[in-house]
């Protein structure tokens, strides 16, 4: 099989990788997001708001990128 790597092929693709981009790019911004306002607050001595922050992403990260994972494997059309 051969497979030609071109940037219309890049940028052209099915709806279920437009899915697979989707949910790592807006994974992504919320962790991205969550750790500026973290440092934001941090830096404004509201360290309890924080560390309350910081604790929520320790805790919901594994398990929302756990679920995600196994969602997008299940729902893959080639299984």
Do not use: C
């Not at 092929?9 to 790592?24: C, D, H, M, N, Q």
């Not at 992504?28 to 941090?42: K, S």
């Not at 001595?45 to 679920?67: G, N």
């Amino acid at each position: 099989m051969n497979t030609i790597v071109s940037l219309e092929g890049i940028l052209r693709f099915s709806p279920f990788v437009a899915k697979g981009y989707t949910l790592v790019i807006g994974g992504g911004v919320i962790a991205v997001t969550a750790a500026a306002l973290e440092r934001y607050l941090a830096g404004k001595s509201a360290t309890v708001i924080a560390q309350h922050i910081a604790d929520i992403i320790k805790i919901a990260l594994p398990i929302v990128m756990t679920a995600t994972l196994i969602w997008f494997v299940l729902s893959n059309p080639l299984l």
